[in-house]
């Protein structure tokens, strides 16, 4: 049986990630799915959880002041390839948990949506670069 595990920020978890420009272009679909994230969790009124991630890619970003490299040190601990990777600060997506594009770790067992979870010192450089940044937010399943 699966287990979801309830989202804090920190969590990186498997999600289809829809990048802005292709939801502009009428996407409703990430092209794959990969690790993101969670950069805000936050129970609403109707006591839907509703979750903002960032994508986290092996592209180098054209304007290094909107991502985060993440150390490789860091890959390891979440079982990561050992690839260089950014977490991307410019846009974000938001949806109500845990929402149809969440996805098993392929490779793992079928119970995990989760790598693990982003030091402290990281995920606030992260929250950072994006309030710095006006991330642009694709609502998704919101």
Known sequence: MSHIPE????????????????YKAGREEGVKDRPCAVILSKKTSGDDTVVTVAAITHTQPENP???GEIP???K???????????IV??????????????RR??????????????????????????????????????
């Not at 390891?76 to 950014?86: A, I, N, P, Q, V």
């Not at 600060?89 to 969440?102: A, K, M, Q, Y």
């Not at 079928?110 to 309030?131: C, R």
């Open 7 to 22: 989202p804090f920020p920190g969590l990186v978890i498997s999600y289809s990630y829809l990048w802005r420009k292709d």
């Open 65 to 67: 002041d909107m991502a």
């Open 72 to 74: 490789l040190k860091v």
């Open 76 to 86: 390891e601990h979440l079982k990561l390839d050992s690839e260089r990777s950014w």
């Open 89 to 102: 600060c410019s846009e974000v997506n938001r949806f109500i948990w845990p929402g149809p594009d969440l």
């Open 105 to 142: 770790i392929k490779g793992r067992k079928d119970t995990e949506f989760s790598y693990g979870v982003l030091p402290p010192k990281l995920l606030t450089k992260t929250t950072q670069t994006l309030i710095k940044s006006l991330a642009k937010i694709v609502k998704r399943t919101v």
